[in-house]
């Protein structure tokens, strides 16, 4: 599994690193190919929490699985937490969020950990990408902190993507001419 999930990142990150350098001869392109995807994927993942309506925010397919609420709740913690790790710091407690808290406030948490990791990645350069930080379970290199946040949303959109299609609407991804 853990080889699967760097596998996938490596080949997400491969098409970006090329356009990074095609596009400027700059000195990170790591670090500026995760910056670009972390953009793309925000403006998806937050359009996607917005087109959700407010009352199918406590949806969910099957008992066992999450609702639409908790998923997006979850992802501005993942987001904050993975970040701050990034940062190289603890994450800060922050407002507590609920599954059960209403669209506005979920929306608006997950736009802030976006927002929160941008300014993080601005601060950030290959040259600490070896650097070790608080991993989930011990210290690790940024490198691997990056590539989680980067797989994370990738994982994290599919599953709203799947949520929207389930009630009738098309992810954002999937409108023509929207993103």
Excluded: W
């Excluded at 670090?31 to 925010?57: F, L, N, W």
């Amino acid at each position: 599994m853990r080889r699967m999930l760097i596998l996938l990142a490596v080949a997400a990150i491969v098409p970006f690193a090329a356009n990074a350098q095609e596009s400027s001869a700059g000195s990170n392109p790591v670090t500026d190919s995760v910056k670009a995807m972390v953009a793309q994927h925000a403006k998806a993942i937050v359009a996607a929490a917005e087109e959700m309506p407010a009352d199918k925010y406590s949806y969910h397919p099957t008992p066992q699985q999450i609702t639409f609420g908790h998923l997006i709740m979850h992802l501005a913690q993942s987001n904050t937490h993975l970040c701050a790790a990034i940062a190289g710091t603890k994450p800060s407690e922050g407002e507590q969020l609920s599954e059960t808290d209403p669209k506005d406030k979920l929306v608006t948490a997950l736009k802030s950990s976006f927002d929160y990791c941008s300014g993080v990645l601005d601060k950030t350069d290959d040259s600490k990408l070896n650097e070790m930080v608080p991993g989930f379970r011990g210290s690790v290199p940024r490198a691997r902190i990056m590539i989680t946040l980067v797989a994370d949303l990738y994982d994290h959109y599919s599953a709203e993507a799947a949520y929207l299609r389930l009630n009738g609407m098309l992810p954002p991804t999937a409108q023509r001419g929207r993103m």
